[in-house]
């Protein structure tokens, strides 16, 4: 069963999804390959701190972020990984390390790669490390409203 609030809010709004059950799995590409979706539209979710404000990041499972570049394109000095002790407690109804990228149920800005956005369709963590929800990219953007970024991934 997907985290508590995104299921909700999910059925609140009417979206169209699919949620695909999958065997244990903790890294972006394992549940990727699992839930037998593209790396490309699997977005992995990664906890930042710019400044001193928790955020959230959506890319795909395949590329990794460089801080660097997100720190460019925000106009700060000061961009880290959040740590799991920072973050735990702000997602109560998921398991460590499967937030789903909807920062807004959580208070956190959601910051979208573009490549992930030029996607038809996205597929991300439901809350646990056995489920996957897959929807349209432009109903995902829709209830989250993420800024899009041009992110140099690697």
Do not use: W
Request: overall charge negative; some cysteine.
């Amino acid at each position: 069963m997907p985290a508590k609030f995104l299921q909700a809010f999910l059925d609140n709004q009417g979206a169209k999804y699919v949620t695909v059950s999958h065997s244990l799995a903790y890294t972006a590409p394992e549940v990727a390959a699992s839930a037998h979706v593209s790396g490309r539209d699997f977005a992995k979710t990664v906890i930042v701190m710019i400044e001193d404000q928790m955020a959230m990041v959506a890319l795909p499972a395949n590329r990794q972020l460089v801080l660097s570049e997100l720190c460019e394109l925000l106009d700060t000095s000061h961009v880290r990984l959040a740590t799991e002790a920072e973050y735990r407690d702000v997602f109560p109804d998921c398991e460590v390390g499967a937030m789903p990228p909807f920062g807004h149920l959580y208070g956190l800005m959601t910051y979208v790669t573009a490549n992930l956005a030029d996607e038809p369709e996205i597929a991300f963590n439901g809350g646990t490390h056995t489920e996957v929800i897959k929807m349209a990219y432009e109903d995902f953007e829709r209830l989250v409203k993420p800024t899009v970024l041009d992110f140099v991934t690697t």
